[in-house]
């Protein structure tokens, strides 16, 4: 049989500074002398591993006895991994064939040569490590400068030209007729008895469509509901991913409601659990969000109660349910059906079999109830003077609204400066522990006035609560379920209901 030299030449990217492949084989073909040779080539193949389709044909071919001589460019062209080469020159000595780099002399039959290959297979893998490592520092830190980075425009955007910081890039722009559906499942979901399947079958039974062609899903809801690209990210959002861990890139006073974020899987995280947050990177982007940040997170922390629980949303036997409470044990009353008839009724969860709770101490019908608590509402809402059925924001709500943000950011920064002056605490002099406690002194009354503010201002915003659902309460019947539970928890904390006893905590 007649023997060939295998002429190998790989690759990996093709650049003004590397080498191509038919110049290495130029090179290979001036050391076989004249004689017979094979070539094989690996055109964007990495070194880092032997998955490469011209490589493997070599090796199948030194296995049929045809080669006798492997010739390179240069080492770093056939392996830059110590245990890939290793196994392959095992596995040239076992067929007897001669290994040369028409660049780098070596001699494969003396041991001398052998410990020369491998000390430059050890800075052949060394090198692509760096590289490696060099291409994900620089990666992560184009991230942090809001750099688009490539991958899956998310639904809802397209992508439009910029320039940030005099490098041209690109970023999302909104697209009206995707964020419109956005807003609807955003909007769906936050109400607390909507299950993702719920959505899904609404806009399939409605005919809406998505507009790139694809079929909704609960898989595909779920991944938009937790993408915060979509949200307009204040102090909020801010405390939010500050609160489950995550590594946040901008300061807080650059969370003014404005901007969208990105966020990165990080440096440090190895996890793949969706749900945390922990050392993942939060990054403000340069496009504008188009979700509330009360919405948004209302979604999110949805998603995360319920992949912490089994209980993932309130039933819809009743817009009662999760309000009505046991006054006995304090459990939640749960809705039952009647074997033989279509009556529903509340029942103690921690009584009969679930517990030794006696419940409620009387037969509770859900429809009675609903009934009761709607009369209710209405009164309660009567002893309100002043009742509007629509209110649009004004001026000085918004402005109103702005200095709440700016409270809260300086609130948050506060908080920062006394958790970053305790922790230089120990180790100090009492020079510099009298200095931190007088510091820290002024930074907590501050932190008092604001929080006093906003509390007050709080309660302001609530008692204007009754002229936006008052018009809900005078069109019940036309209402959603959804809708209906919405205004009950806007309007009550929890029913206690026992021994015939009803008791309502009103939040207005």
Same mark, same amino acid.
């Given at each position: 049989?007649?023997?060939?030299?295998?002429?190998?030449?790989?690759?990996?990217?093709?650049?003004?500074?590397?080498?191509?492949?038919?110049?290495?084989?130029?090179?290979?073909?001036?050391?076989?002398?004249?004689?017979?040779?094979?070539?094989?080539?690996?055109?964007?193949?990495?070194?880092?591993?032997?998955?490469?389709?011209?490589?493997?044909?070599?090796?199948?071919?030194?296995?049929?006895?045809?080669?006798?001589?492997?010739?390179? *460019?240069?080492?770093?062209?056939?392996?830059?991994?110590?245990?890939?080469?290793?196994?392959?020159? &095992?596995?040239?000595?076992? *067929?007897?064939?001669?290994?040369?780099?028409?660049?780098?002399?070596?001699?494969?039959?003396?041991?001398?040569?052998?410990?020369?290959?491998?000390?430059?297979?050890?800075?052949?893998?060394?090198?692509?490590?760096?590289?490696?490592?060099?291409?994900?520092?620089?990666?992560?830190?184009?991230?942090?400068?809001?750099?688009?980075?490539?991958? /899956?425009?998310?639904?809802?955007?397209?992508?439009? @030209?910029?320039?940030?910081?005099?490098?041209?890039?690109?970023? *999302?722009?909104?697209?009206?007729?995707?964020?419109?559906? +956005?807003?609807?499942?955003?909007?769906?979901?936050?109400?607390?008895?909507?299950?993702?399947?719920?959505?899904?079958?609404?806009?399939?039974?409605?005919?809406?469509?998505?507009?790139?062609?694809?079929?909704? @899903?609960?898989? /595909?809801?779920? &991944?938009?509901?937790?993408?915060?690209?979509?949200?307009?990210?204040?102090?909020d959002v801010y405390r939010f991913f500050q609160n489950q861990g995550a590594v946040i890139c901008n300061p807080v006073c650059d969370f003014t409601g404005d901007n969208a974020c990105y966020l990165y899987k990080g440096t440090v995280s190895a996890t793949r659990k969706q749900c945390d947050l922990?050392?993942?990177?939060?990054?403000?982007?340069?496009?504008?969000?188009?979700?509330?940040?009360?919405?948004?997170?209302?979604?999110?922390?949805?998603?995360? @109660?319920?992949?912490?629980?089994?209980?993932?949303?309130?039933?819809?036997?009743?817009?009662?349910?999760?309000?009505?409470?046991?006054?006995?044990? =304090?459990?939640? +009353?749960?809705?039952? /059906?009647?074997?033989?008839?279509?009556? /529903?009724?509340?029942?103690?969860?921690?009584?009969?079999?679930?517990?030794?709770?006696?419940?409620?101490?009387?037969?509770?019908?859900?429809?009675?109830?609903? &009934?009761?608590?709607?009369?209710?509402?209405?009164?309660?809402?009567?002893?309100?003077?002043?009742?509007?059925?629509?209110?649009?924001?004004?001026?000085?709500?918004?402005?109103?609204?702005?200095?709440?943000?700016?409270?809260?950011?300086?609130?948050?920064?506060?908080?920062?400066?006394?958790?970053?002056?305790?922790?230089?605490?120990?180790?100090? =002099?009492?020079?510099?522990?009298?200095?931190?406690?007088?510091?820290?002194?002024?930074?907590?009354?501050?932190?008092?006035?604001?929080?006093?503010?906003?509390?007050?201002?709080?309660?302001?915003?609530?008692?204007?609560?009754?002229?936006?659902?008052? =018009?809900?309460?005078?069109?019940?019947?036309?209402?959603?379920?959804?809708?209906?539970?919405?205004?009950?928890?806007?309007?009550?904390?929890?029913?206690?209901?026992?021994?015939?006893?009803?008791?309502?905590?009103?939040?207005?």
């Amino acid at each position: 049989m007649q023997m060939y030299d295998a002429l190998y030449a790989r690759q990996s990217v093709e650049k003004k500074d590397s080498i191509s492949v038919e110049s290495q084989l130029e090179y290979c073909r001036y050391e076989t002398r004249g004689e017979a040779f094979i070539e094989y080539t690996d055109k964007g193949f990495s070194g880092k591993n032997t998955n490469r389709p011209g490589f493997e044909n070599m090796i199948n071919d030194i296995r049929a006895g045809k080669i006798r001589r492997v010739i390179v *460019y240069k080492l770093d062209r056939i392996s830059r991994s110590i245990l890939d080469f290793a196994n392959m020159m &095992e596995l040239f000595q076992k *067929y007897r064939v001669e290994f040369v780099s028409s660049t780098e002399k070596f001699d494969t039959s003396t041991p001398i040569g052998r410990a020369m290959l491998n000390i430059c297979i050890v800075f052949a893998q060394l090198e692509r490590e760096t590289i490696q490592k060099r291409v994900t520092d620089t990666y992560y830190a184009r991230c942090k400068r809001g750099f688009y980075m490539g991958g /899956r425009v998310p639904y809802g955007y397209r992508l439009t @030209n910029t320039v940030i910081d005099n490098i041209r890039t690109s970023m *999302y722009t909104e697209v009206p007729a995707e964020s419109e559906q +956005l807003k609807l499942i955003y909007s769906m979901y936050a109400d607390s008895g909507t299950s993702l399947g719920d959505i899904v079958r609404y806009l399939n039974g409605h005919q809406i469509k998505n507009l790139r062609g694809a079929d909704w @899903n609960t898989a /595909r809801i779920s &991944e938009m509901l937790r993408n915060p690209v979509y949200v307009k990210a204040d102090i909020d959002v801010y405390r939010f991913f500050q609160n489950q861990g995550a590594v946040i890139c901008n300061p807080v006073c650059d969370f003014t409601g404005d901007n969208a974020c990105y966020l990165y899987k990080g440096t440090v995280s190895a996890t793949r659990k969706q749900c945390d947050l922990s050392e993942k990177e939060l990054v403000l982007a340069p496009h504008k969000g188009f979700i509330s940040s009360q919405t948004w997170l209302a979604c999110r922390q949805k998603s995360l @109660n319920n992949r912490q629980s089994t209980k993932t949303c309130k039933p819809k036997n009743s817009w009662l349910s999760g309000k009505v409470k046991c006054g006995r044990c =304090g459990y939640a +009353l749960t809705i039952r /059906r009647a074997k033989t008839k279509w009556e /529903r009724y509340f029942i103690c969860s921690r009584s009969g079999t679930h517990g030794n709770c006696k419940g409620a101490g009387c037969t509770v019908y859900a429809d009675v109830l609903e &009934e009761y608590i709607l009369n209710a509402v209405s009164k309660r809402l009567s002893e309100f003077p002043v009742l509007q059925e629509n209110i649009s924001p004004s001026i000085s709500d918004m402005a109103n609204a702005q200095t709440n943000m700016t409270k809260k950011i300086r609130l948050t920064q506060i908080e920062e400066e006394i958790e970053e002056l305790l922790s230089k605490v120990s180790g100090a =002099g009492s020079i510099l522990i009298k200095y931190i406690d007088e510091k820290v002194s002024e930074l907590d009354a501050q932190r008092k006035f604001l929080q006093q503010e906003l509390v007050t201002e709080g309660s302001a915003d609530t008692k204007q609560k009754p002229a936006q659902i008052t =018009g809900h309460v005078k069109t019940w019947e036309t209402l959603s379920f959804e809708d209906r539970q919405a205004v009950v928890d806007i309007l009550i904390k929890v029913i206690r209901i026992a021994d015939g006893n009803l008791e309502i905590t009103w939040n207005l």
